[in-house]
């Protein structure tokens, strides 16, 4: 069973997937994460963004090991990210493992969930569930912020809503897989829900689409 879980930035996608992969016992995959470390090869090597064949190089050569750089958390690998994002041949390169890891998740794990932009509309359209979360712009970069401050980060308020406003702009005006909501999917508005009540709120829809998994 695959659990596919889109939406913009902050909006709750990693929370939610991470109590739903404890509840259920399913692996999971933040695909931010690969992104984040294509976009962060490019600008270790030469810093050019927008060199197509270099990024796609770069996404062609990366290893699961790299997924675990405390660097990628940061928001200047976010803002690479959503440049190399952009570029199909990176989106392509990329495409394999998060396929592989959904149908053939890591043992023992009976199922497998995937948090991302475009993994109901394109990288597993045959996902079972599929959760669109989102949040207002300014309850999104709220939730940024205080996470920054809690992290002993400096941050200034405003300058976290811009940069959130100018990833989710470019995440849903590119060619290649832009964040949309699958048709299929549930849309959960988190700005006034805590992660108990999204967290409930998914459960409910998973248990009503009679997939057969019980918490
Ligand atoms: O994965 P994504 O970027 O969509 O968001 P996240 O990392 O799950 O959540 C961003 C921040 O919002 C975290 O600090 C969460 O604790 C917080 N959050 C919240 O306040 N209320 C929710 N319903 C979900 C997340
Ligand atoms: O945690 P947050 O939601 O802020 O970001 P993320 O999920 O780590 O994604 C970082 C960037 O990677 C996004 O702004 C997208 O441009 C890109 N991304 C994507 O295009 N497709 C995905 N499946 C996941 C991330």
Redesign the pocket.
Known sequence: MIIAIDG????G??TLARRLAEAYGFALL????L??AVGMKVVAADGDLDDEEGAARAARALRPDELSNPALRSDAA?QA??KV?AIAPVRAALLDFQRTFAHQPPSPAKGAIL?????ATT?CPDAEIKLFVTASAEIRAKRRYKELLDRGLSAIYARVLEDLEE?DA??KARAV?PLVAAPDALVIDTSAMDADRVFATAVDFIKSRNVGERP
């Not at 933040?30 to 994460?33: N, R």
């Not at 948090?115 to 993994?119: A, F, M, V």
């Open positions: 913009p930035a902050a909006a996608k990693g933040d695909t931010g994460l992104y984040r976010a990210a959503s994002a948090d991302g932009r475009d993994i990288v990833r470019r995440d897989s």
